[in-house]
């Protein structure tokens, strides 16, 4: 038994009849859900992205509740956030082979790149809990920062995030599955999601993840409704 993608370009619900409705309603929902959390979770965050790690202790520690919820709400986005990408790649492999392939890849495989660095912050609320100083909790994210096996996976994110919301985008885009503004929104959003972090505006970086929910949000609609585009063959 092997599967094939429909050579059609419009979906059907016959193309995908042996995907299981719930499933794909699942991948649609958490598809969207997970930028929303990502949004949330930068909001929340007591510190600003371009803040020093002086300033990101002293508001931690000043804040240590908004931090924590921040780390919940970017843990689980991550993890509803990638079953979903899942479903929509599918749906972008099925119209656009390699742009759909290549950008679900690097956009799937730089979050988790991101998600196995230290995160500072947990160390930090930990730091605090035990009673550790800040000064001693700025040195230990300094040097922590300084590392290339920390370093090294952030900058694949940073570059993988934003080449595979970009080759998803144009993969929607060629294949007519969403309205071609939304596929415009996922393009454009993480080029200025980048944008929004290095320069400290906190509302642009969440912004940025409610574009990218839209579009997921249109492409979970397509799913649901006609299925992934696939067939299966004897």
Known sequence: ??????????????????????????????????????????????????????????????????????????????????PGLVGVALLAVARSARLGLWGAVLFGTGLIAVNATPNLDIV??????????QDSLVRVADGVNELAVVNGPILYFV?????????????????????????????????????GYVIGIAALTALTFVMAAVAFGYAGLVLVRHGGGWTRTA
């Not at 930990?126 to 550790?132: A, D, L």
Request: hydrophobic fraction near 55%.
């Open 1 to 82: 038994m092997t599967t094939t993608p429909s050579p059609s370009r419009t979906p059907t619900a016959a193309a995908d009849a042996g995907t299981p409705r719930t499933a794909r309603l699942l991948a649609a929902i958490t598809a969207t859900l997970g930028p929303l959390m990502f949004a949330a979770a930068g909001l929340v965050a007591p510190y600003d992205t371009d803040a020093s790690s002086k300033e990101i202790a002293r508001d931690i520690a000043a804040h240590t509740g908004a931090a924590e919820l921040s780390v919940w709400l970017w843990t689980v986005g991550t993890v509803l956030f990638l």
């Open 124 to 133: 930090a609320l930990g730091g605090f809990e035990k009673g550790v100083s």
């Open 159 to 195: 570059a993988a995030h934003v080449v595979g919301a970009v080759l998803l985008g144009v993969a929607l885009l060629r294949g007519r599955v969403v309205p071609a503004w939304a596929a415009w929104l996922l393009i454009l959003s993480m080029p200025l999601n980048v944008a």
